[in-house]
C-alpha cells in the first residue's frame, strides 16, 4: 500500500478468513483475562494488550494505524477532539517551567490553549509570525524551551507555514516540531516528509468531513532522537516510577516512546479519549478522504477565482491564487490543493458582509469547517464579536472579513448562490 488513496481506504486493517469486511466497533469498556498475572504484565507495560476502554480500544487504534500510515508515522492515537489532540502532544514532553514556540497564526482554540490554559499550568509560550525572518525565529528559543508548533494552512488566517525551515530550527535547538495538518490533510500534504516530528489533527474536520463526531489524533514520525536530547525530556528519558521505572525512550525506542508515554500515563490521568463509535464514523469518513478533498479543493479555487473577479468584494485570501502571499509555499508544500476553506472581505465592512450572509441560501452560517456542505461565518458578528474593530484588525480577522468552507456541491451551484447574495449587498 503505497499511496495515500489506497491506505485511505484500506490501510490499518486487513481481515482474515471469514472475519468482516468493515472494521469492528468493540463496544467494550473493559476486556477479560484468565489470570491476575496476565493483566499484571499489560500493568507493568511487559506485554500488549487492552484492559479499559479510558486508555486503549481496539476500534481506536486500527482506525489510528490508518492515519499513522497516512502521515507516514510510525505510531498514533486517537484523542476525543482535537483541542484534546494539540494538549496531549504538547504537554507529552512540557511540563511547569517549560517554554513553547509557538506560530501565531494558528487556530484560535489552540492559541487560548496554549496562551491562557497552558501558561496556567506553568508553560511559557513565544509566538511568532509565520513569515518571521530567521533572527527573530531563533531569538524565540529559551534554554527551557521543548517543543514548536505550528499549522500546515492556519485556520482561519489560511496562511502557509514553511514546515522545512521551522523543522530546521526546531532541531537545531534539540526540540520536535509539532504541525497540525488538519486543514491539509495528508492527502495534501505529509509534514514529516518535510521534518515535522509529530503531527496532529483535528479528526473533527475534513477526516470526518461530515460534521458528524469531535474527535482528534496525535501521529508520531518516530524520527526524533529523545535520547540524544535527554537532558531536556526526562518524562521520556528517566524511570517512570508509575510504572515501575521503565524508561519509554529505551524499552519503546524512538518509534514508539511518544505514544506509548502519551498513552500510558496522559490518557490514563486525562482519560479523552475518542468513544469507538466516533472512530468507526471517522473511519468512513477517511475512507472517502482522498476523493472529497480533490472536489472541495476544486471548489475552493473555482469561488475564489469568481470572487476575486468580483466587483464587490475587497480581497480574497486563498493560497492556490496566484499572486496569493501564500502562493509560492503552497506550490511548494501542497501541490495538488489546499483545502476548501477561502476567506475574503466584502466590499462596506461589516455590514455588508452580514447582508451579503444574510441572503445565502446553500452556505449556511456555521461554526464549523470542513463539512460536505458549504457554510460560513462572520468572525467579526459571531466568535470574536466582543472585539472591537481595530481589535479585530490588529488580530488579523478584519470587521468585513468572511470564511466560506466550500463543501462537495456542484461549484456552479456555489457560484450561483454567492452571486445572488452579493446582489442584495
Ligand atoms: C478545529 C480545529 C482544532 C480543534 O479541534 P476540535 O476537534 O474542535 O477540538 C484544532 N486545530 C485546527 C487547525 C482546527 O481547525
Known sequence: MKHVDTICVQGGYTPGNGE???????????FKYNTSEDMGKLFDLEANGYFYTRLQNPTNDTVAAKIAQLEGGTAAMLTSSGQAANFMALFNICSCGDHIVSSASIYGGTFNLIDVTMRKMGIDVTFVAPDCTEEEL???????????????????????????????AAHAHGVPLIVDNTF??????????????????????????????????????????????????????????????IVYA?????????????????????????????????????????????????????????????????????????GDRYHALAQKYLPNGSCGVVSFGVKGGRTAAETFMKHLKLAAIETHVADARTCCLHPASSTHRQMTDEQLIAAGVGPDLVRMSCGLENAADLIADIAQALEQV
Open 20 to 30: 468482516p469486511r468493515q472494521i469492528p466497533i468493540v463496544q467494550s469498556t473493559t
Open 138 to 168: 531563533n531569538a524565540a528559543f529559551q534554554k527551557n524551551t521543548k517543543a514548536v508548533f505550528g499549522e500546515t494552512i492556519a485556520n482561519p488566517a489560511l496562511t502557509v507555514l514553511d514546515i522545512e525551515r521551522f523543522a530546521a
Open 184 to 245: 491539509a490533510t495528508p492527502v495534501n500534504c505529509r509534514p514529516i516528509e518535510w521534518g515535522a516530528d509529530i503531527v496532529t489533527h483535528s479528526t473533527t474536520k475534513y477526516m470526518d468531513g461530515h460534521g458528524a463526531a469531535v474527535g482528534g489524533c496525535i501521529v508520531d514520525s518516530g524520527k526524533f532522537d529523545w535520547m540524544a536530547h535527554a537532558e531536556k525530556f526526562p518524562g521520556l528519558c528517566t524511570p517512570d516510577e508509575s510504572y515501575h521505572g
Open 250 to 322: 529505551e524499552k519503546f525506542g524512538q518509534a514508539g516512546a511518544f505514544i506509548t508515554k502519551a498513552t500510558a500515563q496522559l490518557m490514563r490521568d486525562l482519560g479523552c479519549i475518542q468513544a469507538p463509535q466516533h472512530a468507526f464514523l471517522l473511519n468512513l469518513g477517511l475512507e472517502s478522504l482522498h476523493v472529497r478533498m480533490k472536489r472541495h479543493c476544486e471548489n475552493g479555487q473555482a469561488v475564489a477565482e469568481f470572487l476575486k473577479a468580483h466587483p464587490k468584494i475587497a480581497w480574497v485570501t486563498y493560497c492556490g491564487l496566484p
